[in-house]
Structure formats: C-alpha cells, structure tokens
C-alpha cells in the first residue's frame, strides 16, 4: 500500500534517488511536488499538471478544513477525486498556517501565553493563533470564526481529505525564538507526534476500507544541531500501537546559510529506508542543497507565486516577462524548453496577456515555471543515476547564478 525503495546513492553524500509507491501511484524521486493550497493549482488544470511532469500534489489541510470542510472532500471520494487528480496527493497538517496566524502570514513572533517576557520576541503584535500543550486555537482568516486544532483533530481532517501522505500536527518555531522555548516547544511535538500516531492508528483500522494513508512526522529544532538531532532520533524510534511513521517532513525554521549542515545532522539521524520531505524548498539553488543532502521530495508555492507575479525561471535566472523589453521579443520563455508555454507562444504575447490582465497570463506562466523546477529536479535524479551529479549542478548553478544580482 505504502513502500519506499532506494535507487542508488550519491556517492560522498547523503543523496539517493527512489521510488515512493501510494496508493494512487508511484513517485521517482527525487522529485518536486507542486503545491495545490485549495485542492487546485491556482490557473493550471489536473491535466496540464500531469501533462508537464507533476508526479502528485500537495494540498493544505489548515484551507481544506474551512473551506470546503474536510467532510465534504471525504463524501467526495478523497482529495484526489474531488480535484480530478489521479496521481498522488499530499495533505500538511495545517500547523504552518494556523501558527503562522499567531503574527500574520511570514512575520516572526512566539505564540505561547505563558512565555518569560524575555522570551517573547514582538509582544505587541495582534495573535490570531494560541498554542498550549494541548493543542492550538486560532481564528479563521476568512470570517474570524475559532477553532481549534489538536494533533487528534489534525489527523481526522487529513483522514477526511484522503491524501496518500499525511504530515503529524506539530509545533512551528521561528529562528527568533529561544533556545530555551525550542527545547520546551520540541518537546510539545514529540508528545503530538505520540498522539498524532495513536490517532492515526485507531482511523485506519476504523475507515480499513479507504486506501491506505502514510503519516510522516515533522522534524523541527530550528539551528540546533542538538535538537534537530534528537527530534530526528525520537521520531523515527517513535511506535505507538504496533506503528512507526512512514517516513519524515523536515519542517520549520531554516537559515539558508545552514540547510546543508541541518539536513546533514538530520538525515544522518533518519532510518535510509524512509523517505524525506523537505518542507517548503523551491528555488533551484536550495534544492541542490536539498537533493545533494539527502531529501527525496520538496513542495514550495514560489514558481506558481513568481509565475503569477510574471517572473519566469531560465538557466540564466528569473526575468520578469512583463517588462517593456519582452513586448517585441518573439522568442519563448527559454530557448529549447520542452513545456506547453515555451512550445507554442512568445515572450511578446506572454508579455501582453500580463499587461492586458488577462487570466491565460498566469497560466501560461505556472505552466513554465511549474515545468522547469520539476524539470532540474528530474534531471537531478538522472544526473545520480549516471554519476554526474556534481557535474550537472557545477554547469547549472554556474549559469543559473551568474546573472543573479541583476
Ligand atoms: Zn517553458
């Protein structure tokens, strides 16, 4: 129902390449997941998605469960039914976006009520979400209705949506916190991922005619190498009811600076048979990082966001397609690329779709931008499968990174 298989490794390195088998079909990894936040990638059909590459979804649980409700998904038949998507699904807990409520979308703040005040980084800030040991109480940001999310909640909405990989409700940290809070708040997510798993277990015996789902546990411990160490060595010893986990999401507050030393001590710690999902990596440059050190899949919303936005990817940087230079430029996004968008329309007509406000803009866009990182990702699992890894990623980045600061 559930399996995972290693390929081959990178040699030196962490890195492998494998195959994840759901329910709903297989994923080769590495591979990058494109986000689908609402059960839909925001201007891109299910078939397009398939059509460029993507090998599953990832959807979030925290928006599912306001709207529609996850108990409409689950009447539906599951995530996968209800968006037209035969491949893998994947749901997070909804921990990030609940707690990222606690100061507003991307802003650092700590969330508890019973914090020393030196342990609170911005007192002032309005909190929309309130964790305790318990679990989380937040307000809704499209009607300010509260809620609650504990880690048994989080499993029963992610049992509804159905996906073939679930992630364990735990605690989202920022790297303005303290070392001390960190300990006290790792803590909390050991003893949810206990409950998470517990949960899990009693909802697959009791719904044993639905399709199997995965529950990976989220490893946290911001900078720390000792706490990132423990998380990833309590987690993948972690059984309750006769189950472990299925495999790991590497979660939370990461410097960019130290990726490549966090995965390190995390996935030293990690059983080689499981996979790894690291959470929120998209850019070309971290996801280098992130395949060379050991990570199996990635989700990120930045080349749907970007691409929204104009900003196309190429192997010489990001440009901003709408720009006045690209409105007489026939040539497409980026010579030779094999997507939809670069196959058949110009920069000059992607260019005037922006600056005319029209949807097919965005569309056109994702449908590059979504092709060309799952695209390097892929050709990143190739380049281990005939040792030329590094090769591949000294030819890329040399490029890609050569006219960034413009
Ligand atoms: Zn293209």
């Not at 998507?85 to 802003?107: I, N, R, Y």
């Not at 010893?237 to 995965?263: P, T």
Request: charged residues 25%; negative net charge.
């Amino acid at each position: 129902m559930f399996a995972f298989k290693t390929e081959k490794n990178l040699e030196g390195r962490l890195g492998r390449t494998g195959v994840i088998k759901t329910p709903h079909g297989e994923i080769k990894t590495p591979a990058f997941i494109p986000v689908g936040t609402k059960a839909s990638v925001k201007g891109v059909l299910p078939d397009s998605m398939a059509e460029l590459g993507a090998q599953a979804i990832l959807a979030n649980a925290y928006h599912l469960y306001l709207q529609p409700g996850s108990e409409v998904i689950d009447e539906a038949g599951g995530l996968s039914k209800f968006m037209n998507w035969d491949k893998p699904t994947f749901t997070d807990s909804g921990g990030f976006q609940v707690m990222s409520l606690g100061a507003g979308f991307k802003k650092v703040i700590a969330m508890t009520e019973d914090l020393e005040p030196e342990e609170v980084v911005a007192h002032k800030k309005d909190r929309l979400a309130k964790v305790d040991d318990d679990g989380v109480t937040f307000k809704s940001h499209l009607d300010g209705s509260e809620h609650r999310f504990t880690p048994e909640i989080s499993m029963q909405v992610q049992h509804q949506l159905g996906a073939d990989i679930m992630f364990a409700f735990d605690e989202l940290t920022t790297l303005m916190d303290t070392k001390n809070y960190q300990i006290k708040s790792l803590e909390r997510t050991r003893r949810w991922a206990i409950r998470c798993l517990a949960e899990h277990s009693r909802l697959t015996k009791a719904r044993k005619e639905k399709p199997y789902q995965a529950l990976f546990a989220v490893i946290q411990g911001a900078q720390h190498e000792d706490l990132r160490r423990k998380a990833a060595k309590d987690l993948s010893e972690m059984e309750e009811d006769g189950i472990k986990f299925d495999g790991f999401g590497i979660g939370g507050a990461v410097d960019k600076n130290m990726m490549r030393e966090i995965l390190g001590w995390v996935n030293q710690e990690l059983p080689e048979d499981k996979p790894r999902h690291f959470l929120g990596i998209g850019e070309p440059e971290d996801l280098f990082i992130g395949v060379e050190n050991g990570a199996d899949t990635f989700d990120c919303v930045s080349a749907s966001r970007q691409a929204r936005t104009s900003s196309v990817y190429t192997d010489r940087g990001r440009f901003n397609v709408s720009n006045a230079p690209y409105k007489r430029d026939f040539e497409p996004i980026q010579a030779g690329c094999n997507c939809y968008t670069c196959k058949n329309y110009s920069r000059a007509y992607i260019c005037h779709l922006f600056r005319a406000k029209e949807m097919v803009a965005a569309t056109l866009a994702t449908i590059h931008n979504e092709f060309f990182i799952i695209n390097l990702v892929n050709q990143m699992r190739t380049a281990i499968e005939k040792n030329e890894f590094f090769e591949f990623k000294t030819e890329f980045l040399g490029r890609y990174l050569e006219n960034k600061s413009n």
